[in-house]
């Protein structure tokens, strides 16, 4: 595993990204020569990798398949020769779901997979996808928007207190339709912030949450301030899905970021 050293607040940076290995729409090559030709400066692609613990979660319709994963570094180590120079360099990352049931199996695995960096994300409350679809979350009860915010933050401070990678995917992630809980998350998040710092990890600012009902960034702007008195770094990611989002927002985001008290 590489260390990466985090480059603080930059838009030339960019390691949340995913081509159709997983669900995005362009070719890993497309998107690789696409952050170069946009100037990006260090890109790292993170298809999903989902090893989902209980049937009918229909991870399969978003995640590579499992078994795929050395043919991706493969594709990407070749794209690594070819692209790498003084101006740009690709890193080699997937997004993994972290889930009670199974993480020491799936981080052992990555960890051993030739990988430059892992990023640790949570789209499902137990079974609940929380990031699917937006009929998911109609005519819930706001009881049970509020249970699946809770299980969304214990699931994360489990997370953050792993050792075993290395960036937190958009933290806040349960904001995206807009369907917010009745109780101040705050704490539980202060929690998952706080974990990070002892255990190294950097989160993201990610600007895919602008073009989504809840219309900013993730995390808020009061917890990428957390994140900043707790020397947390912050990495601004697209979380690109094709080549036309692949530095969405980067200039509100830097903004946001030199902003940040
Ligand atoms: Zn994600
Ligand atoms: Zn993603």
Redesign the pocket.
């Known amino acids: 595993m590489l260390k990466i050293v985090f480059p603080g607040f930059n838009s030339k940076v960019s390691l949340h990204n995913h081509s159709d290995w997983s669900d995005g729409q362009d070719t890993l090559e497309a998107m690789c020569r696409g952050a170069k030709a946009a100037g990006l400066r260090l890109f790292g692609m993170s298809d999903h990798w989902v090893a989902a613990p209980k049937p009918n979660m229909r991870e399969e319709t978003w995640s590579m398949k499992l078994e795929r994963l050395p043919q991706y570094v493969k594709t990407l180590k070749k794209l690594q020769d070819e692209l790498n120079d003084n101006s740009f360099q690709l890193l080699i990352g997937v997004?993994a779901d972290y889930f009670h049931e199974n993480y020491t199996q799936v981080f052992d695995k990555l960890n051993n997979a030739g990988l430059d960096y892992i990023i640790g994300?949570v789209?499902y409350s137990d079974i609940f996808p929380i990031?699917h679809d937006a009929a998911d979350w109609q005519g819930l009860s706001q009881a049970k928007i509020d249970e699946i915010w809770t299980i969304y933050w214990e699931k994360m401070i489990a997370a953050a207190e792993l050792g075993t990678f290395e960036i937190i995917?958009?933290l806040d992630l349960p904001k995206k339709f807009a369907y917010m809980p009745s109780f101040d998350y705050m704490p539980m998040a202060i929690k998952v912030l706080d974990a990070a710092q002892k255990t190294g990890k950097a989160i993201e600012l990610n600007t895919a949450g602008w073009d989504k009902p809840c219309q900013e960034q993730y995390p808020s702007n009061a917890l990428l301030e957390a994140a900043r008195q707790r020397h947390i770094p912050t990495v601004i990611s697209a979380?690109a899905h094709a080549v036309s989002q692949l530095t969405r927002h980067f200039d509100e985001a830097e903004t946001i970021c030199r902003a940040l008290p």
Do not use: K, L
Request: charged letters at 45%; glycine letters at 14%; hydrophobic letters at 0%.
């Open positions: 997004e994300s789209h990031d995917g958009h979380d």
